[in-house]
């Protein structure tokens, strides 16, 4: 069974640092691996996605995460962050399950809090 | 533009009522999924479906019914017999089952019993 764990309910920045948000995920296949952010009350985006091409993947407003097999992890990462930066992020692991469905299950998300 | 259509944005529920959230899509996706959103537990699937006239149950079913009847549509009933529905209500599609090309999601429905 496939599961994801966000490392940190809570991450919290001064405007102009790096962010780091830390995915861990197991799967019994070769997973495909997905960030997405979401806006108070407001539906999820998509970031950015790792589909079994390069492991560094870039996304949207400057995010980018590394793919790292050894470790199982998936982390979001942004050189600078900006005010409107905050928000709450989500990964999301997608593979075959027993059934042969292909169920995507999210972490519990990661909520950024931007100072400035 | 294409894009999930959820409606209504805010629904409120008296006790003993069934009530109906709508999503439509019109991004010719396959799947579709609903999912249930509660502060600090992410996201649980209800139900998911890969293709017209099937659907799958996901981890919490329970009090909650669906139909696929076309393809653009998968409605969520919130039956009575779900304890504590008060919660924000997503839906998703993605265009082939296996997820590759990622989920869109619509901007959710939020249910409150009163």
């Known amino acids: 069974a496939q599961s994801v764990t966000q490392l940190d309910s809570h991450v919290s920045v001064s405007e102009g640092t790096p962010v780091l948000l830390r995915c861990n995920y197991s799967?019994?296949?070769?997973?495909?691996l997905f960030w997405y952010v979401q806006h108070p009350n407001k539906g999820l985006q998509l970031l950015l996605k790792?589909?079994?091409?390069?492991?560094l993947v870039k996304g949207i407003n400057g995010f980018e995460a590394e793919f790292k097999k050894s470790e199982t992890s998936f982390h979001l990462t942004k050189p600078s962050a900006h005010m409107s930066d905050a928000a709450e992020y989500f990964c999301?692991?997608?593979?075959?399950?027993?059934?042969?469905?292909?169920?995507?299950?999210f972490g519990r998300g990661t909520s950024l809090i931007v100072h400035p | 533009d294409g894009g999930i259509t959820q409606s209504p944005k805010y629904l409120f529920r008296k006790e003993g009522q069934n009530v109906t959230l709508s999503c439509e899509q019109n991004l010719n996706h396959d799947a579709m999924y609903w999912y249930r959103q509660d502060p600090g537990q992410g996201l649980r699937l209800i139900y998911y479906s890969q293709i017209v006239n099937d659907f799958q149950k996901g981890d919490i079913a329970e009090g909650y019914s669906v139909s696929r009847e076309k393809k653009e549509s998968f409605p969520l009933t919130v039956t009575s017999a779900q304890k504590n529905p008060t919660a924000f209500y997503l839906c998703a599609s993605s265009i082939s089952p296996t997820g590759t090309y990622g989920y869109t999601f619509g901007s959710g429905t939020r249910l409150t019993v009163v």
């Open positions: 790792y589909t079994s091409a390069a492991t």
């Open positions: 999301v692991v997608s593979d075959q399950g027993a059934g042969g469905s292909y169920i995507p299950t």
């Open positions: 799967s019994s296949y070769s997973p495909s």
